[in-house]
């Protein structure tokens, strides 16, 4: 299993960003992802979920109305569309593929992490 977070970086407040999460050794369109982050000091938290078809989708209070989770099954990839970015939204984002039931219990897994930072 290996999930490769990419399109992290330094933007500028009221910004945009768009990260993605492309997966390997795993079907990847039978399980739900997310996105977490965490800040310094700080717990890890649940920014966004999109269920395995992509059909439906949950988001953090912090985010909501500004972040959007896709993803795309044909290319094992999950996005998070980042929009009006806060100097508190700056923190590691992880991908995770959250545990699932395929063949058998699945745990979740969780990518390496990028860095966004949002800073004038």
């Known amino acids: 299993v290996q999930l490769v977070e990419s399109g992290g970086g330094l933007v500028q407040p009221g910004g945009s960003l768009r990260l993605s999460c492309t997966a390997s050794?795993?079907?990847?369109?039978?399980?739900?992802m997310s996105w977490y982050r965490q800040a310094p000091g700080k717990e890890r938290e649940l920014v966004a979920t999109?269920?395995?078809?992509?059909?439906?989708?949950e988001y953090g209070d912090s985010v909501k109305g500004r972040f959007t989770i896709s993803r795309d099954n044909a290319k094992n990839t999950v996005y998070l569309q980042m929009n009006s970015l806060k100097p508190e939204d700056t923190a590691v984002y992880y991908c995770?593929?959250?545990?699932?039931?395929?063949?058998?219990?699945?745990?979740?897994?969780w990518g390496q992490g990028t860095q966004v930072t949002v800073s004038s």
């Open positions: 999109v269920t395995s078809a992509g059909g439906s989708t």
């Open positions: 995770k593929r959250e545990p699932g039931w395929v063949s058998g219990p699945k745990p979740g897994y």
């Open positions: 050794g795993f079907t990847f369109s039978r399980y739900a």
